[in-house]
């Protein structure tokens, strides 16, 4: 062994407390590094997993009250559109759940095609 790693043990021998804490140090640091990237990539790419998972559409268009058949004929006229589907938006609906209740509750209604959400457990609502 050389001179200088002799040197630097000796050292550190004779420092022992200042290097445990030293090497403590490096370890945490080295956990919050480890930590911050794992939950950033998570973060990052979560919402891309779920998206595709729910199979959401990549755009979304609301258009004023009129009726779906004319609606219909605009949206099949854009190019490259791969699939399209319709909901109904009902808002300020009286909704109640374990003896709370509001009067301006928003409703949407799948009028069939994409759904643009997953059911992960139990079962979907609709005529079975």
Known sequence: MTAVFHTALAGLRARRGRAL??????????LVVGTAVTVGY??????ERSAEKADLPDVIA????????TVDERVRA??????????????????????????????QVVLGGRRGYAVVAGRDLGPE
Do not use: K, W
Not at 42 to 47: A, E, H, K, S, V
Not at 62 to 69: M, V, Y
Not at 84 to 97: D, G, I, T, W
């Open 42 to 47: 998570g973060l990052g790419t979560g919402f």
């Open 62 to 69: 609301r258009f004023a009250d009129e009726r779906r058949s």
């Open 78 to 107: 854009l190019p490259n559109l791969q699939s399209r589907s319709y909901r109904a938006e009902y808002n300020n609906v009286r909704l109640a759940a374990d003896g709370n209740f509001t009067r301006r509750g928003a409703m």
């Open 21 to 30: 804490l030293a090497a403590a140090g490096v370890i945490a640091a080295s």
